[in-house]
């Protein structure tokens, strides 16, 4: 394991390299099973969207754990970090608010626009990439950028760069056409994470590359409804005579690691952060 250089105060690095005694056909076969999200016990449930996107592929979004004091979150919505939105987002919340009784929490009604504002940011980011990721309203007319975030994360994927540019290349400017997406296998997904006993939605980017005999893949949390504000995983497998070698880095970007005291919260989340992605793989 190792730390890797951060690119701000709200990023998180850690890296890790491992030595697994299979072929990398056993990579490639979790890649597409997606099995991580099987053995992550802070994900409680997950589904795949397919082509442009439907609400039926949204229908498991449920408000899970709490619906009731989550639902009451997003109809009583405003800028901050207690749930990331944009405007528009938090005003169809406020008017959905305005709609209902005083007393009554619309729980059903709230999980179905919550299934709309997934589905409206997956079918932006399919259409546009890191272009089409509407950033989150904070508190003093401030805005978050989950594409800068990205961006800022992909920038730092030096060596990808350097040693497997159209891959790097075909990263930073999906859905551009470029070299590197002839090679590109991909997948999309929604998650539903238990954080704190609070359900977080997280829309997921899964990418698959062949370089000759290596791989690299990649899952990018595009969009998060609190907590964190995006995530850039990416895994290089390399073929051994033992199996394969497996190089992963996770940069997580959040907003609880910065201001006063960021150094400490760095540290503090980066020894949480290793043992729970070293336990993954070994499942894995």
Partial sequence: K????EGSERELAV????????KATNFVELFREASAYKEEKSVTAHGRIAGDGTLTDFAG????????????LYLEAKPGDELNLDAKEIAAFRALKSAGGKNVVPVKEVEALVRQTLLARYQ????KGLAGIAPYERAGGRHLSASDELSLALK???LLARYVPSVYTAMLSYPAATDGQKALEEHFYWLNLDLFGRPTYALSHRMLFQVGDA???SDRHYYTSHDYNSLQQGVTVLPTKDGMLVITLVRVSTDQVGGFGSSAKHSISRALMGPYFIGLYETL
Avoid: C, D, H, I
């Fill in 2 to 5: 190792w730390s890797a250089t």
């Fill in 15 to 22: 890296g890790m390299v491992l030595l697994a005694k299979v």
């Fill in 61 to 72: 979004v449920k408000l899970e754990p709490n619906g009731e004091k989550e639902a009451r």
């Fill in 124 to 127: 932006a980011y399919r259409a």
């Fill in 156 to 158: 730092q994927m030096k």
């Fill in 215 to 217: 791989f690299f893949a």
